[in-house]
């Protein structure tokens, strides 16, 4: 019987997870998303088009393929109805081949409001906020307020609605912040009812069944393991579990029917937003890096912080979610560097140290072990023979140094760039 894979993404998020999904689909029945809301933006291109997702798996864009948002999701119905219409405009109806965990809870107007009021407050100490009302969310969900997108279907809907509107509006009043739920209601309850054309199952009973049925299927995580709200650089982290077990509870399935673990990192690190970051390029190199990989949020737009390979954080990632392959995006960024440096300890209070700080903010100091670059193009290779001898030695380390392979190499955003060592 087949197992669940799970993708993760192993840094702060920003991976390619999204292009990788897209390229493994057609290999799967099922793709389903199992934490996060719409702060992820997974990006795809394909036939000259981008698209990006925020809630909706990425195997959308696949006929015949089932998508499941799965019970550890959060979901802006507002957001949810422009990412069904935006799919209608290029001929995608997803209503057939999508379906909703009635145990997702809902993120309502007066959450986006919460977050932007507390955001505000921290002044200096931001986290980086993507302001889209995630974590007031989980904070409903866990302190056993929250909303969930089964009691859409029911009579009083509109009243635990209000009465947990109300709830936020106290606490609105004591950050003194102006702005209404009101403003944002129209769109919010239009988005309501475009959920109800959705097909709201029982997810745990639901992807089991298809389990029993021996269909394959790809859990797709949101944000990065450095971003866990455990493992995570606390408190620059978002609110979910973005680790393998995160599969576990965002979809209700038995840790023993997990398979394999596929942890997607780029060739270089990035990070939105504030937190500790200790590749950090804040040099012509980091520009460059953010120019030539169009290192901008895909949700927000933000400027992304660029720096080199950070090897203790990616080992940890490795270590947390029991990752049995690798994939490796954005390597063609790379090029025409004469030099590539790849961090593989750090100095931290005095000492050499491989493991991460338990307070990463501190003085935390990469030690580097330098690689020769590469000029040749490498976007259009097709074979792995055909890729330059400095890139190879390249991947070689990072295999030897996590002993896990890497099965795929991803050299630029089109589904077609791409290659597969051992697969040749």
Known sequence: MHKVDVLLGLQWGDEGKGKIVDVLAPEYDVVARFQGGPNAGHSLEFSGIKHILHTIPSGIFHAGKINLVGNGVVIDPEIFKKEIDSLLSLGVNATGNLFISKKAHLILPSHRLLDAASEALKGNSKIGSTLKGIGPAYMDKTGRNGLRIGDIMLPDFNDRYNFLKEKHRTILKQYDFGDNPENYEEEWFRGIEKIREFQLVDSEYFINKLLAENKKILAEGAQGTLLDIDFGSYPYVTSSNTVC????????????????????????????????????????????????????????????????????ALKYSVMINGVTQLMITKADVLTGLDSIRICTAYKHEGKLTETLPFDMAGKVEPVYREFSGWKKDISSIKNCDDLPAEFKRYISYIEEETRVPVTMISLGPDRTAAVFPGKE
């Open 245 to 312: 077990a995160g599969a576990c509870t965002g979809l209700g399935i038995a840790p023993s029917k997990t398979g394999e673990v596929i942890g997607v990192f780029k060739a270089y690190c990035t990070r939105v937003g504030g937190g500790p970051f200790p590749t950090e390029l804040t040099d012509e190199t980091g520009d460059r890096l953010r120019e030539q990989g169009k290192e901008f949020g895909s949700t927000t737009g933000r400027p992304r912080r660029c720096g080199w390979l950070d090897l203790p």
